[in-house]
């Protein structure tokens, strides 16, 4: 079924929520514009912001009112004079949460901000709700509109240009190669040289997904020797044909579903670690990438595995998070050095060291997100619409994603009847 918000926050006071579905567009002149603020990121170490000045720009363009915080794409080296240029509005924080109707973010909000979202307003970002099942009940609860890019349907055509999880695993990837190179004490490529020979670094690339193909490309044209494994066994086409070698894996049935790994069985994490301990043992350079979405990344590189690694080998993991990573001991954020000389560098948001080209690719995301949810200054959620059926956590009060539900153990919503379909006016 359609639904619509109205285009400006309720102002009900103590917290009090007011219905948000089914109400229609107030009408003629008197319609307030559908408002897009952009805030600063709070994440500690965060420099991507939701919308870089050229996406304002294309939605100033567009006829939408952008409002930005002062700053908030400092980190990204973004000035306010780029963004108000780009036909936004400076507008101090408080007044931006206050007001907006669509807050565009890179992560699940702070406290504070989540606290102060209300009904009417649509928060749009990754925000990775199975990982904030708490956070997200309760802005449900609220009547706020929660929109989860990392929920979308990314194998349908239409739905690429809002893949944020795509763009940011690029950025991620291509960085991961260039953070191991820097942090790798040798050449990368073969030099031959007066001054003698050295041979060429061997990198290995765990989980050949979106950001372990970038990571593959750019380590090969850092002159590395390069090779992927991944569970996919679909995988090899696309390893290959960028130069690397293939590893195949003994558990190389772990496609899922949507394309995604799925989770192995304990008795293939043992087979998986063990060929692992074997093969790592010829790598200088290890970047590892495997996630399974929801879950705990798996246990790639052990901690008796690193200590058979040579003294020098470098370790990137981007699955490294507050729940643990594809290397064991990673700790977000943080490089550390193992007693045998490895580096083991936590990169989990990765994205976020290139912060300008990522902020401009997610930009581009959430421009293609509003486009879909709100093509005038209505949002308009069509339940029965493949993209909007998973991006949408919540609405009017209701948790509506089915997988979201099923981490919180509610019911299944009953299914739309075709005949139910309303048109919002
Ligand atoms: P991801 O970030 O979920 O995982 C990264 C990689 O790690 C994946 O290749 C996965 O197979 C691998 N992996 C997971 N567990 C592993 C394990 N135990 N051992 C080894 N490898 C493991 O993946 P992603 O980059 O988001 O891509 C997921 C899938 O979606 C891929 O098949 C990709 O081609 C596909 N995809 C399709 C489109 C599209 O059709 N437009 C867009 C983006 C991604």
């Known amino acids: ?22 109400t229609t567009a107030p009408s003629g002149s008197e319609t307030p514009a559908l408002t897009i603020g952009l805030l600063k990121e709070s994440a500690a170490g965060e420099r991507r912001v939701a919308l870089d000045p050229a996406a304002v720009k294309r939605l100033t363009a567009d006829g ?14 973004f000035e306010d004079a780029a963004y108000t240029e780009a036909g936004a509005t400076v507008v101090p924080r408080k ?21 102060a979202l209300r009904s009417g307003q ?12 708490p956070g997200i009940t309760d802005l449900a609860d609220r009547g706020v509109t929660a929109i ?24 991620a990837g291509y960085r991961a190669g260039i953070v191991a190179a820097a942090a790798y004490g040798r050449y990368l490529p073969m030099m031959i040289t007066a001054s003698g020979t050295a041979t060429p670094a061997k990198a290995m690339v765990i989980g050949t997904g979106v950001a372990g193909l970038q990571a593959i490309a750019t380590l090969k044209r850092l002159g590395a020797v390069v090779t992927g494994y991944d569970v996919r066994a679909a995988s090899r086409g696309e390893v290959e044909s960028l130069g690397a070698k293939f590893l195949t894996s003994s558990v190389a049935q772990g496609a899922g579903k949507g394309g995604y790994a799925r989770a192995m069985t304990d008795a293939e994490q043992t087979t998986q670690r063990a060929e692992l301990a074997k093969a790592l043992l010829d790598f200088d350079i290890i970047i590892t990438t495997a996630k399974v979405p929801g879950r705990t990344p798996p246990e790639l590189v052990s901690e008796a595995t690193q200590k058979s690694l040579r003294s020098g080998t470098v370790c990137v993991d981007l699955g490294s998070s507050d729940k643990g990573g594809n290397v064991a001991g990673s700790i977000d954020g943080k490089t550390t050095v193992t007693a045998g000389g490895v580096t083991i560098i936590g990169a989990g948001e990765l994205a976020s060291d290139l912060p300008a080209s990522a902020s401009q690719m997610y930009g581009r995301n959430v421009i293609a997100v509003i486009a879909s949810l709100a093509p005038a200054n ?14 949408v956590v919540s609405y009017d009060g209701t948790i509506t994603n089915a997988a979201v539900r099923t981490a919180l153990q509610l019911d299944a919503l ?6 139910s379909k309303v048109k919002a006016s």
């Open 122 to 133: 649509m928060l749009v970002g990754l925000i990775d709700p199975l990982n904030h099942l």
């Open 378 to 391: 209505l949002v308009v959620i069509d339940t029965t619409d493949e993209v909007h059926k998973n991006i």
């Open 64 to 77: 939408r009112v952008v409002s930005v915080e002062s700053g908030a794409g400092a980190s990204a080296s």
């Open 1 to 22: 079924m359609e639904t619509s918000i109205t285009a400006t926050p309720s102002s009900a006071p103590g917290g009090t929520t007011e219905p948000t579905s089914d």
């Open 148 to 171: 989860a890019l990392e929920l979308l349907p990314r194998t349908l055509s239409r739905a690429q240009s809002m893949d944020a999880l795509s763009s940011q695993s690029s950025a």
């Open 414 to 419: 009953p299914a739309e009847p075709e005949a």
């Open 95 to 115: 007044q931006i949460i206050a007001t907006c109707t669509v807050i565009p973010v890179l992560r699940f909000p702070d406290d504070t901000l989540a606290g």
